[in-house]
């Protein structure tokens, strides 16, 4: 049975962390921390887990980092950019799994990328070098390939959640040549959890609700992010448009990504195309004609939903991607990514269905 | 292995259902059964529901209702009120548990006030004086013992959304003699789902988001049923003051319960009995000092959360219950009358935590 | 011509207050002052008042509180308690009258309450024992004396929100003496702009989005305002039971107001008591048979609507009272003191229909 | 003074015409006309409206179209399309001046557009010849003339709700030669009462609310009427690919507009241009940097919000533009096509500002 602490865990990410990692059948031991809330009862802080923490060795007094890490074999952590480095060298030290949700392990070697971005730099080039880009749908051989090893640091980067949904409804387009690589366009669309736990004025409900609004027009983090990912992809520099928007909904992404067809194709060979890429994946559903994907449709589970459409010009491309950006698009990715790394069952903990409504 | 059938699984009851039983540990085939939508595939009404039949023997297509029975050892029924009789007596020809979520099995041998709030008769009062009411934390022996018959029908009358909430919140207070019986008054606040699937003007999002309104303030049908069960537990008539609420939520129900101390308590000794009379219960949650029980918390799960409290004039006790209407209101309950009754955990499929949002 | 300040501009009753009196017929000038945002523009902070300012000579300039007071006729205040003496002194000194929105002149002579609920004292005892308490529905001849006043402080304590909605639904009830005095519950329903414009955990769009929950069961600060009126109403001292919830939505708050029945009536007898009272009243609606108060349905109006029922029991009756908590129960009510105060068409500048959605 | 009459009041767009009617300063009377509810008051459709129209010679009384036609010097309509050919004969027959809110005349001669989209013909095409394009920025001399006209129909097509968004969001660029004809996209997002005042699965709360998704990206009615105006801005053929979306809100349209630049701007220079040529415009408000376009800020208005930015490629342009859907969207700008027709004050009775919430 596997310990798995969460550092960061009374943020959104870190509690629902928590959430599935309970329910996980793996699990030994659950250990919490939390900076600013040491020594408190995650229940006492998220009441929905009263009584979570009752039966088993797990228990709800948020450690202190060291505490965590120590007593762990997996350690997530769920904190802003600039803190990962030094838990991935502890992690290394002690042969731990580091699995890291922010944006600090997922750019590689490209420290230029990452601090033009971030405003921070590299202490540690190295273990930036070793680290994975946890995107199971594109480097499952990877991950599994680090969590085997027997030495070394053994860091995972877990996806944003916009590049997430972006990546992966864009990945079998870009993978089979069949866009213009200098013509994509991702609308993207979050619940408000996707700004995190702190209240501020944009979180505000009488802000917030009943309004819709793009947000960092000119530039949001994850940009660099998608280009990225989308030029290892397609073997080439790709330059996106993305628009992040903040949609009155808890939780959940909905990118509307469009792009130039390379080749006269109908939709249903596009979308054949799509499903047959897909075909094996135990997250991601290719949804049939008629059908649109939405984030209540992927609610609370790990599915990424694809659908995929001709525009009425018959040249553009449009296909719609839906994640639950706290499940797919944080916290269940992570686990996911603890499944492909340790050999576990890659839906075990996250298997469960989204509800209805 | 259990066989389990569900009679009317395209209303929202009935595909909650389908979601929980899917992840049943005991569940050995599932068969959904439509009128309206013969033939179809479960997951084409209910795209978040694609792939989950795809492995096992459960099947999506939607079969009639004497098939779904003919092949159950568990019938589960999530039709109008007037549909179950019929339903109880086939089961009981074959001796399947039958278990009904409409009103048409809640009120025992007590025709006439059946009548009066639902405007039907009888057909076969034999099957109503035999069936139990489903609430385990008051019938568990009751449900148990019925299960295990081995002749003879086995009817469990799951309880209302309303009744759930309302009796759970003032058990403890009408078995101990705490309460006042004049004076109850049940201020309840329900989400949208309630209403049900079909689209209607006061589910239509236009007209209910950013409102609130009472309705049926004089008269709803879970008022008799509150009373009965009320009744039975103080030994002696109970009359109550009922308002249901629509909110602009999709789930849950918040009940706020005013009733006068029989005798002068502080609040934290009224919160005590409470929380020693609910101590052995799996999905009874009686919060601490502090916190207020709010649908929130309970969201997508099978607990009722209970706070309890004075208010500032000392003599009236208010006491918040908070269910989750489709789950400890619904289909939660009927899963878990279904493992009370044939023996199993009585978590099993049901212990999932509420998400923290 | 009137020109008129709000002082705490930027608060959500503030802004409230702005886009109201930019349409007032009698509005001369417009000065507004912020605290925290002196010399900005108020259309950098709202918006949605873009090109509000620029015709006329209304200034979206923000100054800070002297200047406001010494260009105006009539002062505004809609600051945290504790503010307005000081405000209401320097009014009365250079004869303007002062219309305030805080909890600060509600009290009159009765420091003793104000004191505990608010952990203040007062330094200027003989300001709140001229002031008036502006419900105009209540003291319309006292607010229209103490306008005509040549001289003399010239104060109007503007109603709370939830005194208001709960006021105005109990207000026949008591003076006809149709309701035991003993036995009063207001569980009342508030939108979240009611906390104000600060980001809070509470008001966090991810914490209370589909959610509702009591808060400060044990007591409230609005409580002694109810009960301090209704007792003068009565003539005699009123203990009420007052329960706000916090709902999902942005406006508006419904009172669902519950009291026994002194005396045998039906519910038309009732309906026709409150229609009768409040015949001669702009701004007091009271709804026909079949028809529910909802926050909807006065939503951006000064109208309290009015549904008047009787439980099924047939004792109780259930009065719901609906506002919207900026308007009727903070802004426009203080318009329309503002207008009976100084002999203005009592709906002028609050005449605007509320929409339908 | 002006009689006016609104032929299918009791819809969404006919409810928010009479609401907005009731406060014109030139309105004489209103006549309300419903085929599916002659007889009923609308006051006991829409209670919003309760003591509305007890002044005045107004009436509630729904009365069939003839009589409403009979009576009126402007006659609206805001019924399904195919209805309005009829109504237009009538009105040029005693003539009244016709403002049509479906799609019926805003395709002029282009039969075959029409027919395609709406699968209707044209039963007199003369009508349609002399019809114009009611959006009152592109086409204000042209309504001025019409509604001035001695003879003949007056015929007035009022824009629907996306084209309204979406082509004051690309006017100055497409008349300023500003844009790559070739790569317009229009990402727009409505809020659900653009649905109408029929339930429906869609509108249904439980299906919304807390989800976005696209609908009809293989064509949607509205395309058509897109490039058609745009294509008479640009003088040539423009072909936009246009993605509606449904939003959990219940008013408002964001389009979000991407197109390349035909020459290399700074944002700030294309904000200025879109600044200059809308200088004069009552109702489009070009927000300053930093400020983002949202149907928050302009809700319940007549504003058109539109901010301007560079994507971080800087070659690509994003034009945001918001609107009330069912003001500018619809009934408001009816009312200023009305103003404009018949020489009253532009803003009269569309003048109200919006609320910061």
């Given at each position: 049975?596997?310990?798995?602490?969460?550092?960061g865990?009374?943020?959104?990410?870190g509690?629902?962390?928590?959430?599935?990692?309970?329910?996980?059948?793996?699990?030994?031991?659950?250990?919490l921390?939390?900076?600013?809330?040491?020594?408190e009862?995650?229940?006492?802080?998220?009441?929905?887990?009263?009584?979570?923490?009752?039966?088993?060795?797990?228990?709800?007094?948020l450690v202190?980092k060291?505490?965590?890490i120590?007593r762990?074999?997996?350690?997530?952590?769920?904190?802003p950019?600039?803190?990962?480095?030094d838990?991935?060298?502890?992690?290394?030290?002690?042969?731990?799994?580091?699995?890291?949700?922010?944006?600090?392990?997922?750019?590689?070697?490209?420290?230029a990328?990452?601090?033009?971005?971030?405003?921070?730099?590299?202490?540690?080039p190295?273990?930036?070098?070793?680290?994975?880009?946890?995107l199971?749908?594109?480097?499952?051989?990877?991950?599994a390939?680090l969590?085997?090893?027997?030495?070394?640091?053994r860091?995972?980067?877990?996806?944003?959640?916009?590049?997430?949904?972006?990546?992966?409804?864009?990945?079998?387009?870009?993978r089979?040549?069949?866009?213009?690589?200098?013509?994509v366009?991702v609308?993207?669309k979050?619940?408000?959890?996707?700004?995190g736990?702190?209240?501020t004025?944009?979180?505000?409900?009488v802000e917030?609700?009943?309004?819709?609004?793009?947000?960092?027009?000119?530039?949001?983090?994850?940009?660099?992010e998608?280009e990225?990912?989308?030029?290892?992809?397609?073997g080439?520099?790709?330059?996106a448009?993305?628009?992040?928007?903040?949609a009155?909904?808890?939780?959940?992404i909905?990118?509307?990504?469009?792009?130039?067809?390379?080749?006269?194709?109908?939709?249903?060979?596009?979308?054949?195309?799509?499903?047959s890429?897909?075909?094996?994946?135990?997250?991601?559903?290719?949804?049939?004609?008629?059908?649109?994907?939405?984030?209540?449709?992927?609610?609370?589970?790990?599915?990424?939903?694809?659908?995929?459409?001709?525009?009425?010009?018959?040249?553009?491309?449009?296909?719609?991607?839906?994640?639950?950006?706290m499940?797919k698009?944080?916290a269940?990715?992570a686990?996911?990514?603890?499944?492909?790394?340790?050999?576990?069952d890659?839906?075990?903990?996250?298997?469960?269905?989204?509800?209805?409504?």
């Amino acid at each position: 049975m596997t310990r798995c602490a969460v550092i960061g865990a009374t943020g959104y990410a870190g509690a629902e962390l928590c959430r599935l990692l309970l329910g996980h059948p793996e699990l030994g031991e659950l250990i919490l921390s939390s900076a600013s809330s040491g020594g408190e009862a995650m229940s006492s802080i998220y009441p929905n887990l009263v009584g979570a923490f009752s039966a088993g060795g797990s228990s709800a007094i948020l450690v202190d980092k060291a505490e965590a890490i120590a007593r762990a074999d997996v350690v997530f952590a769920g904190l802003p950019a600039g803190h990962a480095e030094d838990i991935a060298a502890a992690c290394a030290a002690k042969g731990a799994l580091f699995i890291d949700l922010s944006g600090d392990f997922r750019f590689g070697a490209d420290e230029a990328t990452y601090s033009k971005w971030y405003g921070k730099s590299y202490a540690r080039p190295e273990l930036h070098a070793e680290a994975v880009y946890g995107l199971p749908e594109l480097n499952r051989a990877a991950i599994a390939a680090l969590g085997a090893r027997k030495s070394g640091a053994r860091t995972i980067g877990n996806p944003g959640c916009y590049p997430t949904a972006s990546v992966l409804g864009l990945f079998p387009a870009m993978r089979g040549k069949l866009a213009e690589p200098g013509c994509v366009i991702v609308d993207a669309k979050s619940g408000v959890s996707g700004a995190g736990k702190e209240p501020t004025k944009s979180s505000h409900f009488v802000e917030c609700a009943d309004s819709i609004a793009p947000y960092k027009i000119e530039g949001h983090r994850h940009l660099p992010e998608i280009e990225a990912v989308l030029s290892t992809m397609a073997g080439t520099g790709v330059s996106a448009v993305f628009t992040p928007h903040l949609a009155p909904m808890g939780r959940g992404i909905v990118a509307t990504i469009y792009f130039r067809l390379a080749k006269a194709m109908s939709a249903a060979e596009l979308r054949e195309a799509y499903a047959s890429f897909y075909a094996v994946e135990p997250f991601v559903r290719v949804l049939g004609e008629g059908l649109v994907a939405t984030n209540r449709n992927v609610r609370l589970s790990n599915y990424c939903d694809i659908s995929v459409h001709l525009a009425h010009d018959g040249k553009t491309a449009v296909v719609v991607s839906a994640i639950d950006n706290m499940v797919k698009g944080a916290a269940g990715q992570a686990v996911q990514n603890m499944n492909v790394a340790l050999g576990f069952d890659e839906k075990a903990g996250i298997s469960m269905l989204p509800p209805a409504f």
